[in-house]
């Protein structure tokens, strides 16, 4: 198989991951929960994953990375400890219903800033202008659907001035950009373990600014005579047995990309990229929506003409080439991108993806399409 999906999920891992997941079965109880060898080991992986997630995003202390099931389940952590009923929250035209259902859930008064597809300029004018009059803003880092790169930065240095909180969604940026959690100064950044971290599903990392409100209740291993969740990190945000499984191969992919380093494996990514689009731009009946460089990333939108998206992928999985159709979680980019009705046929390449795999899959989307014309 040809494995071009890699916004959804990292499918292509490094194997020390499986290792490490096979060791924590074999080895590992739940941390917290007693002072016996496996629940030692436990507790000895989860630290040792907490601790390099703080050197890969500079965060001062380990105790400040929350572990979470998903991005999803860090943003509502996120979103639930900083709004509320009319809390004025202002976010990007690009952000994942991960976002947009939370806030739609907490009855907040949402404000999108409106700014031309791709226009990095306008786009910060307009947030720079809106953002006085709201109490939290939330912004993607990398466009799921079009891989656009967002001024995180300068959005950051704004919200920071303005005095207003700032929730980062890094779903499709961290492992990929090198993103400073001091220098940013976030109230929150959420992130899956399972995409460009490469580690398993079922894994992903909150880094909090803020003590953060609880999304649930439970045992923590500490403080279990109180009748409350506990007022530190981490325990305050991570109720119930983690996932220690899967946070043995997280820590084993963070080992993999700070070994490699993440400017190296992005620009094998970029480069992969780059080629996937000059040979997409290449075909006649397909329409590429591209970011300018160097907003681009290794994430891939096209619309064909002659057939819907969904027909184009279900006729790519027959030759073994996964991608993405659809709306992709997104909405609001496909209402800015003027693709809401049809959709996009999404491409995202990771370092794994080789040149023969990307020409391969341009060469069998220009004969689906060319056979789909003579229909």
């Known amino acids: 198989m040809i494995y071009l999906d890699s916004a959804a999920t990292s499918f292509l891992k490094p194997p020390e991951v499986t290792r490490e997941m096979i060791l924590a079965v074999k080895e590992c109880a739940s941390p917290g929960r007693g002072l016996h060898a496996p629940a030692l080991a436990a507790a000895e992986r989860v630290y040792a994953c907490r601790e390099q997630a703080a050197a890969l995003f500079h965060v001062p202390d380990p105790a400040q990375v929350v572990f979470t099931l998903n991005a999803t389940h860090a943003l509502n952590i996120a979103i639930r400890s900083l709004t509320g009923a009319g809390t004025r929250v202002l976010v990007s035209g690009y952000e994942h219903n991960a976002v947009v259902r939370p806030l739609y859930a907490s009855r907040a008064a949402v404000q999108i800033v409106s700014a031309p597809l791709f226009d990095t300029g306008g786009f910060l004018d307009a947030f720079s202008e809106a953002v ?5 803003a939330v912004c993607t880092h990398v466009s799921n659907v079009f891989g656009y790169r967002l001024p995180i930065e300068e959005i950051a240095e704004i919200c920071r001035r303005a005095g207003v909180p700032l929730i980062i969604d890094a779903a499709q940026s961290a492992g990929i950009y090198d993103m400073d959690f001091q220098d940013l100064g976030a109230a929150f950044i959420a992130m899956p373990g399972h995409k460009g971290l490469m580690g398993p599903q079922g894994t992903g990392l909150l880094l909090c600014g803020q003590r953060g409100v ?5 045992g923590t291993g500490s403080l279990s005579a109180e009748p409350g969740m506990p007022e530190e990190l981490p325990d305050r945000l991570e109720a119930g047995t983690l996932n220690v499984c899967g946070i043995a191969g997280l820590s084993a992919a963070l080992r993999f990309i700070a070994g490699r380093g993440i400017r190296a494996l992005r620009g094998r990514e970029e480069a992969l990229a780059e080629q996937l689009a000059q040979g997409l731009l ?15 990333t290794g994430v891939i939108s096209v619309v064909p003409r002659e057939i819907s998206c969904e027909e184009l992928a279900a006729r790519l999985g027959e030759e073994d080439i996964a991608v993405r159709a659809g709306l992709q979680c997104a909405p609001q980019a496909h209402a800015c991108a003027g693709t809401l009705k049809t959709g996009t046929v999404r491409f995202s390449v990771s370092p794994f993806n080789t040149p023969q ?17 003579k229909m």
């Open 132 to 136: 006085s009059g709201v109490d939290v």
């Open 282 to 296: 290449s075909i006649d009946g397909l329409d590429v929506i591209l970011p300018e460089q160097p907003d681009r």
């Open 357 to 373: 795999e990307v020409d391969t899959a341009v060469w069998i989307v220009r004969n689906i399409l060319k056979i789909s014309y």
């Open 214 to 218: 609880p999304l649930m209740q439970g």
